[in-house]
């Protein structure tokens, strides 16, 4: 759906069914230079079982305008200021890298929303180097094509995708190129310059759960497990791919984040 | 690690690794037409495009995916979609981007199955096509109306061997919103990459040299994934909600994906031009040695070329990386590697003197196809267009003395050779 929020038009995929806000609504925050396509599988199968789904795309991330945020708390405050527009009464947040740091900052500053939080390929610091700082400021689209690469498995180097004739490379470089140009290097600044994660890691009190990957070069596994060190009582899984989960291992993700749900009821 | 495999390596790899549970080396043939579902739900969500995975095999199958994986791999593509031929292909992008009162530009120059069903059939739906000369980008600009849904053209057209500027036409269709679709069979994406080039959706035939050796037929729809179809006015069955899975927006839901899906989920559930596992399996053993075919497929033309110039026999002679080729400077530009494996020439003699080579050639083979890895000939004037005058077969850029040849991978002397007692036998008619 798409809405005017804050003067900008903001969409906002909900897995092909309508928004109920009176209903338990799993947020899905997308990554750096990402937008919601980057849930294609996660977004309909939730919705189908009868979630309530809304997967934002950031502002000017996907099919949504306006001006993009330039630190991890001005997404969170977006993000909450979206939540409280939509009149959302319980709220499970589902973040994908850069989307963990943002889960956390939105539970270190608007908890009360928050039932639960999942982090996939997540950690409490995402690092960016120089080179690729610069590179998402001079020439964004070569950045994209080398984030793409370097963050899938071998499946994305060899096209092995469970959804038939689907290229990762191909799709992610695409999906990618959607964004506003200035996107990518917001989100990588955002990233670099998050300093507070342990300090919200340790601040959650709600049910976790950590999706990792063995294979990732994006928020290394190492990164990841001295992440959920500091979550409370944090269910974790590594699956065997690289950092793009969603789209790499949907079937095994999905099966994880539904049992993790179920067991909120 | 990621490694970001060069073209020969995806060849051979591209879109399968062994199998986990046997150890498979090679693509197995999934010859099956159905799928066990482990549970309702899981067939549920199969149905609603909730996950990827596999149904019925006229939807999708393992080993199709397989190939249809490498050939979006080999192209840069977003997706891709196999079906049973080549015109398959052309019908289910047509299909399922235009509708009744739209219309389409495309190249006057083609293969006479595309012009059949763009000239013929389509406008029996309410689809009609204007034809402009494929080497004049203004007048494809000038021939674009507010109800164009797309450009479609050969890079490399069948029979004439024009070249299409496919970047300059690029930029006419970008500016206006309109995807640039082309018939890459006889480039391949070895020779040429159309996505680099701006155009948006790729059709093939895999029969021909993907495949390569004569044996199964097939066709591939390759999506670049770089089209904006986000204009609900214009695209209505793609970006706005579609009668399928409850008004489904393939757009806003599938991103670059969205023309992919849409095809699988309307025109290979509605029309059923699935392209069968073997066949399959039989395409991607073709598409493992591309690179090294097409290597020898371009150094045997260009050899051959040289000797049909220089025959007595040989009145004209036409392949795209000859300087007297109009287009030469095209495809120089656009395709480095060599311009394809198709050349024609005019023997001295006309009608029958192009007959009496024909049947008197014993290697290269006489029949209607092009692309196998042995040399293949044809003489239009006596056999596909033999009803046709000498003026009328003008008209559509053939003339009565043309043969149409398709180099093969042997030895070239030996064609060279074989060559010889077909221009020994018109010597002996001109006489």
């Given at each position: 759906?798409?809405i005017?929020?804050?003067?900008a038009?903001t969409?906002?995929?909900t897995?092909?069914?309508?928004?109920v806000n009176t209903?338990?609504?799993l947020c899905?925050l997308?990554?750096?230079g990402?937008?919601?396509?980057?849930?294609i599988?996660q977004?309909?199968f939730?919705?189908y079982k009868?979630?309530s789904v809304?997967?934002?795309?950031?502002?000017a991330?996907?099919?949504?305008?306006?001006?993009p945020c330039?630190?991890?708390?001005?997404?969170?405050?977006?993000?909450?200021?979206l939540?409280?527009?939509l009149?959302l009464?319980?709220?499970?947040?589902i973040g994908h890298s850069q989307?963990c740091?943002?889960a956390?900052?939105l539970?270190?500053?608007?908890?009360?929303?928050?039932?639960?939080?999942?982090?996939?390929a997540?950690?409490?610091?995402?690092p960016?180097?120089?080179?690729l700082?610069?590179l998402?400021?001079?020439n964004?689209q070569?950045a994209?094509?080398m984030?793409?690469?370097w963050?899938?498995g071998i499946?994305?180097?060899?096209?092995?995708?469970?959804?038939p004739g689907?290229?990762?490379?191909?799709e992610g470089?695409n999906i990618m190129?959607?964004?506003?140009p200035?996107?990518l290097?917001?989100?990588?600044?955002?990233?670099?310059?998050y300093l507070?994660?342990?300090d919200?890691?340790?601040?959650?009190?709600?049910?976790t759960?950590?999706?990792?990957?063995?294979?990732?070069?994006?928020?290394?596994?190492?990164s990841g497990l001295?992440?959920v060190?500091?979550?409370?009582?944090?269910e974790t899984?590594i699956?065997?791919?690289?950092h793009?989960?969603p789209?790499?291992?949907p079937?095994e993700?999905?099966?994880i984040?539904n049992?993790?749900?179920l067991?909120?009821? | 690690?990621?490694?970001?495999?060069?073209?020969?390596t995806l060849?051979?790899h591209a879109?399968?690794?062994p199998d986990?549970?046997?150890g498979?080396r090679?693509v197995?043939?999934y010859?099956t037409?159905?799928y066990?579902?482990n549970?309702?739900?899981e067939?549920?969500?199969?149905?609603n495009?909730?996950v990827?995975?596999?149904?019925y095999t006229?939807?999708?199958?393992?080993?199709v995916?397989?190939l249809?994986?490498?050939l979006a791999?080999?192209?840069?593509?977003?997706s891709?979609?196999?079906?049973?031929?080549g015109?398959?292909?052309m019908?289910?992008?047509?299909s399922?981007?235009?509708?009744?009162?739209d219309?389409?530009?495309?190249?006057?120059k083609?293969?006479g199955?595309?012009?059949?069903?763009?000239?013929?059939t389509m406008p029996?739906f309410?689809?009609?096509?204007?034809?402009v000369n494929?080497?004049d980008p203004d007048?494809i600009?000038?021939?674009?109306k507010p109800?164009?849904k797309l450009?479609f053209?050969?890079?490399?057209g069948?029979?004439g061997?024009?070249?299409?500027?496919?970047p300059?036409?690029?930029k006419?269709?970008?500016?206006?919103?309109?995807p640039?679709?082309?018939?890459?069979t006889?480039?391949?994406?070895?020779?040429?990459?159309p996505f680099?080039?701006?155009?948006n959706i790729?059709?093939h035939?895999?029969t021909?040299?993907?495949?390569?050796?004569g044996i199964?037929?097939g066709?591939?729809?390759?999506?670049?994934?770089?089209?904006?179809?986000?204009?609900?006015d214009?695209?209505p069955?793609?970006s706005?909600?579609?009668?399928?899975l409850g008004?489904?927006s393939?757009?806003e839901e599938f991103?670059?994906?969205?023309?992919i899906?849409?095809i699988?989920?309307?025109?290979m559930y509605n029309?059923?031009?699935?392209l069968s596992p073997?066949?399959a399996?039989?395409?991607m053993?073709?598409?493992?040695?591309?690179p090294?075919?097409m290597k020898?497929?371009?150094?045997n033309t260009?050899s051959?070329?040289d000797?049909?110039?220089?025959?007595?026999?040989?009145?004209?002679?036409?392949?795209?990386d000859?300087?007297?080729h109009?287009?030469h400077?095209?495809?120089k530009?656009?395709?480095?590697k060599?311009s394809?494996s198709?050349?024609?020439?005019?023997?001295k003699?006309?009608r029958?003197?192009g007959?009496?080579?024909?049947?008197?050639?014993?290697?290269?083979s006489h029949?209607a196809?092009?692309?196998?890895?042995k040399?293949l000939?044809?003489?239009?004037?006596?056999?596909?267009?033999?009803h046709?005058s000498?003026?009328a077969m003008k008209?559509g850029g053939?003339?009565d003395?043309?043969?149409r040849?398709?180099?093969g991978l042997e030895d070239?002397d030996?064609i060279?050779k074989?060559?010889e007692?077909?221009f020994?036998a018109?010597?002996?008619?001109?006489?």
């Amino acid at each position: 759906m798409i809405i005017t929020f804050k003067g900008a038009k903001t969409y906002i995929g909900t897995g092909g069914k309508s928004l109920v806000n009176t209903k338990r609504t799993l947020c899905f925050l997308h990554g750096s230079g990402q937008n919601h396509l980057s849930f294609i599988q996660q977004a309909r199968f939730f919705a189908y079982k009868g979630y309530s789904v809304i997967v934002p795309d950031m502002p000017a991330h996907g099919f949504s305008d306006g001006n993009p945020c330039k630190s991890i708390k001005e997404n969170a405050e977006w993000i909450n200021d979206l939540l409280v527009e939509l009149n959302l009464k319980e709220v499970v947040v589902i973040g994908h890298s850069q989307g963990c740091l943002v889960a956390l900052e939105l539970n270190r500053i608007f908890k009360s929303f928050l039932k639960s939080v999942i982090f996939v390929a997540g950690s409490n610091k995402i690092p960016v180097n120089q080179f690729l700082l610069d590179l998402s400021k001079d020439n964004p689209q070569k950045a994209s094509k080398m984030m793409v690469t370097w963050g899938h498995g071998i499946d994305g180097d060899l096209s092995i995708n469970k959804w038939p004739g689907h290229s990762h490379y191909g799709e992610g470089n695409n999906i990618m190129c959607m964004n506003k140009p200035t996107a990518l290097k917001h989100d990588l600044n955002s990233c670099n310059d998050y300093l507070d994660g342990i300090d919200a890691s340790k601040k959650i009190e709600v049910p976790t759960l950590a999706v990792l990957a063995k294979n990732d070069q994006m928020t290394p596994l190492k990164s990841g497990l001295k992440f959920v060190e500091l979550l409370k009582n944090c269910e974790t899984h590594i699956l065997d791919c690289g950092h793009f989960l969603p789209s790499e291992r949907p079937m095994e993700l999905n099966s994880i984040i539904n049992s993790f749900l179920l067991k909120l009821e | 690690m990621s490694e970001n495999y060069k073209f020969d390596t995806l060849s051979l790899h591209a879109g399968h690794i062994p199998d986990k549970e046997t150890g498979s080396r090679a693509v197995p043939i999934y010859q099956t037409t159905s799928y066990v579902f482990n549970s309702t739900e899981e067939a549920a969500s199969l149905y609603n495009m909730e996950v990827g995975g596999h149904l019925y095999t006229r939807i999708s199958n393992p080993t199709v995916a397989a190939l249809e994986q490498r050939l979006a791999a080999l192209e840069g593509g977003a997706s891709a979609l196999a079906c049973s031929s080549g015109m398959a292909a052309m019908h289910l992008v047509v299909s399922a981007i235009c509708s009744n009162g739209d219309h389409i530009v495309a190249s006057s120059k083609m293969y006479g199955a595309n012009i059949n069903l763009l000239q013929h059939t389509m406008p029996r739906f309410g689809v009609k096509t204007d034809f402009v000369n494929p080497n004049d980008p203004d007048a494809i600009e000038r021939a674009i109306k507010p109800n164009t849904k797309l450009v479609f053209g050969e890079v490399i057209g069948n029979p004439g061997l024009d070249i299409m500027d496919v970047p300059e036409i690029a930029k006419i269709c970008n500016s206006k919103n309109i995807p640039l679709v082309l018939d890459a069979t006889f480039n391949t994406p070895y020779l040429m990459q159309p996505f680099k080039h701006g155009a948006n959706i790729v059709v093939h035939s895999l029969t021909k040299w993907l495949g390569g050796h004569g044996i199964a037929i097939g066709g591939a729809i390759v999506n670049g994934g770089n089209f904006d179809w986000g204009d609900k006015d214009k695209f209505p069955t793609i970006s706005g909600p579609h009668f399928a899975l409850g008004g489904i927006s393939f757009w806003e839901e599938f991103g670059p994906s969205a023309l992919i899906a849409k095809i699988r989920a309307e025109g290979m559930y509605n029309f059923g031009p699935s392209l069968s596992p073997t066949n399959a399996f039989h395409l991607m053993q073709g598409i493992e040695t591309l690179p090294l075919r097409m290597k020898k497929h371009i150094e045997n033309t260009h050899s051959i070329s040289d000797f049909l110039v220089n025959h007595e026999m040989v009145e004209w002679v036409k392949h795209p990386d000859l300087e007297t080729h109009p287009d030469h400077q095209v495809a120089k530009r656009i395709l480095p590697k060599g311009s394809g494996s198709i050349v024609a020439f005019g023997i001295k003699g006309g009608r029958e003197a192009g007959k009496a080579f024909i049947e008197s050639v014993q290697l290269a083979s006489h029949l209607a196809n092009v692309g196998d890895a042995k040399t293949l000939l044809i003489h239009p004037g006596s056999t596909t267009h033999s009803h046709l005058s000498s003026e009328a077969m003008k008209e559509g850029g053939l003339t009565d003395d043309m043969i149409r040849l398709s180099v093969g991978l042997e030895d070239i002397d030996d064609i060279k050779k074989d060559f010889e007692k077909g221009f020994k036998a018109v010597k002996k008619l001109n006489k």
